[in-house]
């Protein structure tokens, strides 16, 4: 979706600004180095304009779609065109309906700060919502998640729980608009 | 003295660490082998048929279930919403569309903290079913032109049962009340020779339940038949995952029936009617959409979400590809009338 430099260069802000706080430890280190591979930020971390195009806005950490950005309706699409997404790169319209990527970080209220890992876990087991609502929905590559072991996931929900707390409640998904 | 003591946890499974020890327990390959029929076609009259007064929307599917409790055992019944099972209990609960046995699910409480959850397909003769992979199986047999059913995986069925306490769903105190619903959606009436709550403490099957279990039943409390019949159905199809002893991070929703004074509100009505809904109803405003609007069921979410069949917004969100017309239509008068709000 995005050049590989300009790619390169989020994951290099992602290295500055959430691999250090990792605590040290071996889980959370694994935590840090499996959310940099897959590239957790990619979605749930905001862009912002910057001099030299969009770029991460590593205040907000992993906390998914700024709630104040409140989007307009969805574009109509004309195929092949297919779906859309916002430029903080955590809004997107599809055939499957408008999906906000979710805050990641350890807020009580608008984050995982009430999760447990096992609620983690089964989340991800299941690809579903919170672990028993809805599908996980596009573009979220649960399938990635789910190839990976109990102990990556483990070591993946310490390390989100371990980052600073960021309130930011995302909107719930939307229904899909007619023309996509 | 301490390794005998270790030893006796060890055998009465105690030990956290003897449950891994053991080799996983695993469902038979066919469902002849689960213990279920006593003869081909005939099913072991030891395995005793139940209907809940509140059925589970399955697609329209006609159903049949049984338990087995293991001989001597009862059901522990100090929790009335939240029974223990006996080591050894069975369930199972045939579908059947258009009059042809499709799955059998299998639910065995295999051992201490050990529930096995299985499903099993039934063959084009119908004389035996197959076990499916723990992925499920889709697209086994037609529901209505274009829809076909499809058997859950394991996952799909811990999701609702629970991962960690295991719960028969269709099996508590209020599904097999002797205050039985006559307005019921899609109510099953009992049959000769079904299960019921008076014979469980009859028998002795039934353990440590409140002494006046039989003299004031379990009963959604309500204060007309339809809103009874509609917080059961609710309680029913809704209440296993939207429940106060297991919220959904900041849902604050509950559809679950527990035992309680009369004049308490049910759940069911309690967190929904009058407040707001974090989904939004197309064309509203983010934040204007509530869970049940007294007098307007087309600007209430429940019904919204219950009629689709769309991932963004069904509910329930799995085990079901075709709305339940009939219980939309009783949910929708019931919420045009008021919701229950309204005296008559």
């Known amino acids: 979706m995005f050049p590989c430099t300009f790619r390169a260069a989020l994951l290099a802000g992602l290295s500055c600004g959430l691999a250090s706080a990792a605590a040290p430890d071996a889980q959370l ?18 862009r912002k304009m910057g001099p030299k195009g969009p770029e991460m806005d590593v205040a907000r950490g992993l906390s998914g779609h700024p709630e ?8 109509e699409l004309k195929a092949p065109w297919a779906w859309a997404g916002a430029g903080t790169n955590t809004a997107f319209a599809g055939p499957w309906g408008v999906t906000f990527a979710a805050n990641l970080t350890p807020d009580a209220e608008t984050g995982l700060g009430h999760w447990t890992e096992a609620q983690f876990l089964q989340a991800v087991r299941s690809g579903r919502h919170l672990g028993k609502g809805r599908p996980i929905l596009p573009p979220m590559p649960i399938q990635i998640l789910q190839a990976a072991s109990d102990a990556d996931l ?8 371990a980052q600073p707390p960021v309130r930011n409640r995302v909107p719930e998904a939307l229904e899909p608009v007619a023309s996509h | 003295m301490r390794p005998v003591l270790t030893l006796l946890a060890a055998v009465l499974g105690m030990l956290p660490g003897t449950a891994r020890d053991l080799p996983a327990p695993r469902a038979p390959r066919l469902l002849s082998q689960t213990g279920l029929y006593a003869a081909p076609g005939r099913v072991d009259t030891r395995n005793r048929p139940y209907a809940p007064q509140y059925p589970l929307w399955s697609d ?5 279930r049984w338990v087995r409790l293991p001989e001597g055992a009862a059901i522990d019944g100090r929790e009335e919403d939240a029974w223990t099972f006996p080591v050894g209990t069975k369930f199972w609960k045939e579908f059947r569309f258009h009059g042809r046995k499709v799955e059998t ?18 063959n084009a003769t119908q004389t035996e079913a197959t076990l499916v992979p723990d992925e499920g199986l889709p697209d086994v047999a037609e529901i209505t032109p274009g829809l076909r059913h499809s058997i859950p995986g394991v996952t799909d069925c811990r999701t609702c049962h629970g991962n960690g306490r295991t ?3 269709g099996f508590t105190a209020l599904q097999l009340s002797p205050d039985r619903d006559p307005g019921a959606i899609h109510g099953e009436p009992l049959q000769p020779g079904m299960l019921t709550l008076a014979e469980l403490v009859a ?3 039934l353990r440590h339940a409140r002494p006046d279990l039989l003299v004031n039943p379990p009963r959604i409390r309500a204060t007309d038949p339809d809103t009874r019949a509609v917080l059961g159905y609710l309680a029913a199809n809704c209440g296993a995952c939207h429940r106060r002893d297991q919220p959904i991070d900041g849902l604050d929703l509950d559809f679950r029936h527990v035992h309680a004074a009369a004049g308490v509100p049910e759940p069911g009505q309690a967190s929904t009617v009058g407040r707001p809904s974090r989904f939004t109803l197309p064309g509203e405003a983010p934040g204007r959409s509530h869970r049940i609007l007294p007098g307007e069921a087309g600007h209430s979410t429940v019904p919204y979400r219950m009629a689709s069949r769309r991932p963004t917004s069904q509910m329930p969100p799995l085990g079901s590809v075709l709305a339940d017309r009939e219980a ?3 949910l929708r008068a019931w919420i045009d009338a008021g919701a229950g709000t309204r005296s008559r």
């Open chain 1, 29 to 46: 280190r694994r935590g840090a180095y499996l959310v940099r591979i897959m590239g957790c930020a990619d979605c749930h971390m905001p």
């Open chain 1, 68 to 75: 104040a950005l409140v989007m307009p309706a969805a574009p």
């Open chain 1, 154 to 161: 483990k070591a993946l929900f310490a390390y989100l729980k």
């Open chain 2, 60 to 64: 329209g599917a006609a159903k049949s």
């Open chain 2, 105 to 122: 699910r299998f639910l065995w409480h295999a051992r201490p903290r050990t529930w096995v959850f299985a499903s099993y397909a039934w």
């Open chain 2, 167 to 169: 719960e028969p769903l």
């Open chain 2, 203 to 205: 028998a002795g099957r």
């Open chain 2, 328 to 330: 939309l239509d009783r």
